[in-house]
């Protein structure tokens, strides 16, 4: 018998619990059936099967990211109070979301309307940001892979102890997002590319 009050966004819900528990990688129908005391057929009810729920699970994840940079950008400051304040949120998210997080990772389909728009908020975010630093169409662009580069591998080499050397790793993001901030002040779409 189905549990009581089980819907599809309650499923994606525990999804992204058990993700975030056990690793996006490790996500399973089984694991979220056994969470939820139900038989792995009943999810099929409300999802239809684990792509399906990782796409729901990739849509949460960018709007909770979304929702983390638009909120920690302080729209008076000046950029590199936004850069620091979207990297600081990023790293922040990744570390409280360690399963959901690689759920963001991969290019949404343009075509998949709830996934496009949530990833089109989060580079609204982004996009803001680096105005400030006077960069927009093609600039922007590569900035932005830039800024995600940057913070994503900072992020994941945290994530699995990779920082070893006898240094604050605080104080070393701040570097980082110092480093990004000078690129960004230095940018010039008329430099010749390496």
């Not at 939820?36 to 729920?53: F, I, R």
């Not at 360690?98 to 963001?104: E, H, I, L, S």
């Not at 830039?146 to 913070?151: N, P």
Request: charged letters at 25%; a negative charge.
């Amino acid at each position: 018998m189905p549990r009581a009050g089980l819907s599809r966004e309650f499923v994606v819900a525990e999804a992204a619990q058990v993700a975030d528990e056990v690793g996006y990688d490790r996500l399973t129908l089984a694991a979220i059936a056994e969470r939820l005391g139900v038989a792995v057929p009943s999810l099929y009810k409300h999802v239809d099967g684990l792509g399906e729920l990782r796409r729901d699970l990739t849509v949460l994840a960018l709007r909770e990211l979304g929702v983390a940079l638009g909120s920690a950008v302080d729209r008076g400051g000046g950029a590199d109070d936004g850069l620091r304040a979207i990297a600081e949120a990023y790293r922040g998210y990744a570390r409280a979301h360690p399963g959901r997080y690689p759920a963001t990772l991969r290019a949404v389909d343009p075509h998949d309307h709830d996934a496009d728009e949530a990833s089109r908020a989060l580079l609204q975010t982004v996009f803001s940001v680096l105005a400030l630093y006077e960069l927009s169409g093609d600039d922007a662009i590569d900035a932005t892979r830039a800024l995600r580069a940057a913070l994503h591998g900072f992020v994941t080499l945290e994530a699995v102890g990779g920082f070893g050397l006898p240094r604050d790793v605080d104080r070393s993001f701040a570097r980082l997002v110092q480093i990004l901030d000078t690129a960004f002040r230095d940018w010039s779409p008329e430099r010749k590319l390496l």
